[in-house]
């Protein structure tokens, strides 16, 4: 078999993380022949013309010299380079760029391989997502390239491969429901405990520290407003046979106090946050006197078509109640598993483990290409 060329966009913090693996991974498997002929950040980018293997153990400091060019331009440019390779290709797309997941259908179509965290490809109007299952392999083109997405949702977590086997193998999917986001996750473990209390501190404060602790993005809004969390979900609902048309189709319970919304900065809006302490105390303290604690999920039920994102309260001997720290937990309730749901559960954020994610996938196209 010829060596399996891999082109690398994003080298930030997940792509530096799925450099280092994609070496491991290399040397402990000679046999996949890899030949990693590209890896670009937005300014500047190592391209082999040649197509002879860059050095991953120092593509970092050959990024910062005389050995870096301006990045392919997209998609013509990246495509005909990497249609001329002498073997096939794998594109990893570790960006979050809603401009290149529009052109996966090309690439695909053109026999390139896509492995990727990027939500939007996935998540976006539902034409694109039509789109790229038809210009894919695994989407029954067969002239098209290989598609896969397990990071888009739970990162290193095997929610989209358990919710396709699930569904392949005849199961019915009734509900899928749990915590989709680490922010949140670690903000309302911090603002609603289990044993209730969280040392007097205000909602405003739980995410100043989520915040500091790195949990949040720079600009906490960009968490609260609960986009993240309904990209997943529209991921998931079109998985299990929903056409949701986008991800702001279904009702989004935004945590971003309606004055807060036009604030200049992430420091104007935390600084005005804590005048909204009252609200969200009401709702904490009326879930504990029912016994119960509040948390943010997303949930979607195939036979009512009804999918939401919001706060809702639960049983603190529930599994969603007692979950720890900033991990993620999806509960699939099917025909099969009945009032049991199956559950994944674990770290759902983070550089290393959304890397391992997609490093998974790009075994997956590695396994089909034998």
């Given at each position: ?187 309302f473990n911090s603002f ?154 674990g770290a759902g954020a ?21």
């Amino acid at each position: 078999m010829p060596n399996v060329h891999v082109a690398i966009i994003g080298a930030g913090g997940v792509g530096k993380a799925f450099i280092s693996q994609l070496a491991g991974y290399a040397t402990r498997n000679p046999s996949a022949s890899l030949a990693t002929i590209l890896i670009s950040r937005s300014s500047k980018a190592l391209v082999s013309r040649d197509y002879s293997p860059l050095n991953l153990n120092s593509w970092s400091q050959d990024l910062a010299s005389a050995a870096a060019t301006a990045p392919l331009a997209y998609p013509t440019e990246a495509l005909e380079f990497l249609k001329a390779a002498p073997g096939p290709v794998i594109l990893v797309d570790n960006t979050s760029d809603e401009s290149l997941a529009k052109s996966y259908p090309l690439f695909l179509s053109n026999g390139i391989h896509i492995v990727t965290p990027n939500k939007k490809g996935f998540s976006s109007d539902i034409g694109l997502w039509k789109d790229i299952y038809a210009a894919a392999a695994n989407g029954g083109n067969p002239k098209g390239g290989y598609v896969f997405h397990e990071a888009t949702v739970g990162a290193g977590l095997p929610v989209l491969s358990t919710l396709k086997e699930l569904v392949e193998t005849g199961d019915k999917i009734e509900k899928i429901e749990g915590i989709f986001s680490g922010t949140m996750s670690f903000l309302f473990n911090s603002f609603a405990p289990l044993d209730g209390n969280n040392g007097g501190k205000g909602f405003a404060a739980c995410v100043k520290e989520a915040q500091q602790l790195g949990y949040t993005e720079p600009d906490p809004r960009d968490d609260l407003n609960g986009l993240d969390v309904a990209r997943k979900l529209t991921i998931l609902a079109r998985l299990s046979g929903l056409e949701v048309a986008s991800p702001t189709s279904f009702p989004i319970q935004s945590l971003i106090p309606g004055p807060l919304e036009s604030a200049k900065s992430a420091d104007e809006f935390l600084e005005g946050l804590g005048a909204f302490d009252g609200d969200m105390t009401k709702i904490k303290e009326e879930a504990e006197a029912k016994g119960a604690v509040v948390r943010y999920v997303g949930s979607l039920n195939v036979e009512t078509k009804e999918v939401k994102v919001g706060l809702q309260t639960f049983d603190k001997g529930s599994s969603i109640a007692g979950l720890k720290g900033s991990d993620n937990i999806i509960s699939f309730y099917t025909e099969r598993y009945g009032g049991n749901p199956l559950i994944v559960q674990g770290a759902g954020a983070g550089a290393d483990v959304t890397a391992m994610g997609v490093l998974g996938d790009l075994i997956k196209v590695l396994q089909r290409l034998k």
